[in-house]
């Protein structure tokens, strides 16, 4: 089943001899369940990309489809709903609120919302991440993987659509790096939650059940990982 769907994407920064063209005519889609990693060099789009497919940056051409919705038909007041509810974002540095708890920084999407978080769910994202003991701690109080696992909680409390992650082993050691991906992957298998990363890393990207490699702007190569499983949990 398709999920996302990417058409004729373009992101062009200036004009005339200036023009970048930071995206330039990416085409793909993306079943529910599948863990796709994108790669490429810095400068490549990739972040580019993620920030358009997550609703923060608004392409100059192009559509984005997440479940069937065109999600630049909206206006902004809806687009920050969107954003809210059907988008987890997982960057490299965190974005935790520093006067708020561990338990604060993942609720926080719920609240903003106003709705009341499931006690319930908590309980199981917060066994899942392996931070229950954590919970009343503040970022500050946190080490760096124990951040990152907040952070990863606050985009999985919604159950969003789509989980979109920036480099989010970029700013660990190699072996928070591995705890992340297990979790990431977990979460991917258990939940069945889409998940896009974006990263430089070969071995992270290793990791996933298909690489899409960037280049200029444009994708150079798409192809299923032969060492992972698919979507559909059948060996590619």
Do not use: W
Not at 49 to 78: K, W, Y
Not at 102 to 107: F, H, P, Q, V
Request: glycine share 8%.
């Amino acid at each position: 089943m398709e999920l996302l769907k990417v058409e004729d994407l373009c992101k062009v920064y200036g004009k005339g001899e200036n023009e970048v063209r930071a995206v330039d005519g990416i085409s793909f889609s993306v079943p529910k369940g599948q863990m796709v990693a994108v790669i490429g060099a810095s400068g490549s789009g990739k972040s580019t990309l993620l920030h358009m497919i997550g609703a923060v940056d608004r392409p100059t051409s192009g559509r984005i489809l997440l479940d069937g919705q065109d999600i630049f038909r909206q206006n902004n007041c809806e687009l920050a709903i969107f954003r809210r509810r059907q988008v987890g974002l997982i960057y490299q540095f965190y974005n935790l609120i520093p006067v708020l708890t561990a338990e604060e920084n993942i609720t926080l999407p719920l609240l903003m919302d106003g709705r009341k978080p499931d006690r319930e769910h908590l309980e199981k994202i917060l066994d899942m991440l392996g931070i229950k003991e954590r919970r009343d701690h503040l970022p500050s109080q946190l080490s760096g993987g124990q951040q990152q696992r907040v952070s990863i909680g606050r985009a999985l409390f919604t159950s969003p659509q789509v989980i979109l992650a920036d480099e989010p082993t970029g700013n660990l050691d190699s072996k928070n790096s591995a705890e992340i991906m297990e979790l990431l992957r977990t979460s991917n298998r258990e939940l069945n939650q889409t998940i896009l990363i974006i990263t430089h890393d070969e071995n992270i990207a290793q990791q996933c059940d298909r690489i899409i490699v960037l280049h200029d702007g444009r994708i150079i190569s798409d192809e299923a990982n032969p060492s992972t499983k698919g979507a559909d949990g059948n060996e590619i």
